[in-house]
Nanobody, 128 residues
Framework: VQLQASGGGLVQAGGSLRLSCAAL????????MAWFRQAQGKEREFVAG????????YYRASVKGRFTISRDNAENKVYLQMISLRPEDTAVYYC??????????????????????WGQGTLVTVSS
């Protein structure tokens, strides 16, 4: 299984980026997906999750209204559209595939142990 994240880069505060994650070797449409991020010196944290069908999503509070997760099961891709970026959004962003088969619009979805497949990450740097 490979999850290949791309789309990171350097952007000014207030700017936008769209991250993509391509899944290989995975029955993509059977897995709930998520984006996590890890800032330097900090723990990896959940950003957004999406159910296998795309009908349900969940966000951490600090990105709600600014980030949008979506997926295209025909293309085996998950996306993270980010607008109004802030310096505190600077991190390596990772896509991940859930292995539990459960998706809840609750903080339980933020639990890293639910996700068994991880991509290599893409760096997002937001300058002030």
């Amino acid at each position: 299984v490979q999850l290949q994240a791309s789309g990171g880069g350097l952007v000014q505060a207030g700017g936008s980026l769209r991250l993509s994650c391509a899944a290989l070797g995975l029955t993509f449409s059977s897995h709930h997906m998520a984006w996590f991020r890890q800032a330097q010196g900090k723990e990896r944290e959940f950003v957004a999750g999406i159910s296998w069908s795309g009908s349900s999503t969940y966000y951490r509070a600090s990105v709600k209204g600014r980030f949008t997760i979506s997926r295209d099961n025909a293309e085996n891709k998950v996306y993270l559209q980010m607008i109004s970026l802030r310096p505190e959004d600077t991190a390596v962003y990772y896509c991940a595939a859930d292995i539990t088969g459960l998706f809840e619009r609750t903080p339980r979805t933020m639990d890293r142990s639910k996700y068994g497949y991880w991509g290599q990450g893409t760096l997002v740097t937001v300058s002030s």
